[in-house]
């Protein structure tokens, strides 16, 4: 392939755009640098500002459906091959599990031997880590090393929000165990997250299982081993999300359970006390009906007298239901 001149790709509110030293380390892409295989360039671009879209949009170093697949809307991580190049797209983890679940950000992605061109809207945390890893002289020295290393990025980050959820999902069984009912909507959110990462991450697996099988000129059998690795991983991510998921279930059908129980509890008790009662609401209506006076009206120790009457009869009550152990 021929050279690309720095003035080519040098967009000016590019998030960044760099020269891979062919060491691990990057310096800043100039007009006067030339890029080639040994000395690739990374351009990350944010494709909502105007001049990332309209070089996106006029470039002709990049095929028109690849144009429009990095500025495009399509999420749903995806490869397909372009000549010597590859077009990914793949979703990535932001924040913590306390956020909605549908937040996973995309980034797309075209690169060969010379040029990698990454486009997102909102930032990719992921990243960073390559991106200290090159600004400290450790990072990847080709393309090759640059997929690899952020595909592993990216699962770290899934795997670790995978570990967040599956902790959450110990400590709601260990509450459910003391009879703790979680807040409303808790248990539902759990669910849909798990739901979510289940549907964009079992075809970022296919997408990395791919890219371990295609027979790029400027990945090694090295590169393809740590690929496949890596969707690996992922895939053992998946089986800890399909058991996770079946475990919110089974947690849903006993928190319903314990709500159940709760309530049987409340209205036997609620009953028990109609009952212990009834006699006496009895007597007190029928003295209170005065049709012919109150008996014991007129004498002082009537009132008492009728008050100590109804505590032996809940008394009374009460020892009945308890040796019926009904209490």
Known sequence: MEAIKGTDVNVPDAVFAWLLDGRGGVKPLSDNDVIDSQHPCWLHLNYTHPE????????PLLPNNVRDALAGESTRPRVSRVGEGILITLRCINGSTDERPDQLVAMRLYMDERLIVSTRQRKVLALDDVVSDLQEGTGPAD?????????????????EFI??????????????????????????LLRKQLIVMRRYMAPQRDVYARLASE????????????????????????????????????????????????LARRTYTMSLMAMVFLPSTFLTGLFGVNLGGIPGGGWQFGFSLFCILLVVLIGGVTLWLHRSKWL
Do not use: Y
């Not at 990332?52 to 470039?59: I, R």
């Not at 393309?143 to 795997?159: E, F, I, M, N, Q």
């Open 52 to 59: 990332s879209a309209q070089w996106l949009a006029t470039t």
């Open 143 to 159: 393309c090759g090393s640059w997929l690899v290393d952020v595909c592993d990025a990216l699962t770290d980050h899934a795997s």
């Open 215 to 262: 027979r790029l000129p400027w990945m090694t059998d090295d590169h393809r081993r740590r690929m496949q690795d890596i969707a690996d991983r992922l895939g053992r991510g998946l089986d800890e999300i399909d058991a996770c998921i079946a475990r919110t279930g089974i947690m849903a059908d006993e928190i319903a359970q314990v709500m159940q129980e709760s």
């Open 163 to 188: 570990e967040q959820l599956h902790d959450k999902i110990i400590d709601l069984e260990d509450n459910l165990l003391d009879q703790q009912i979680p807040p409303r909507g808790f248990l539902a």
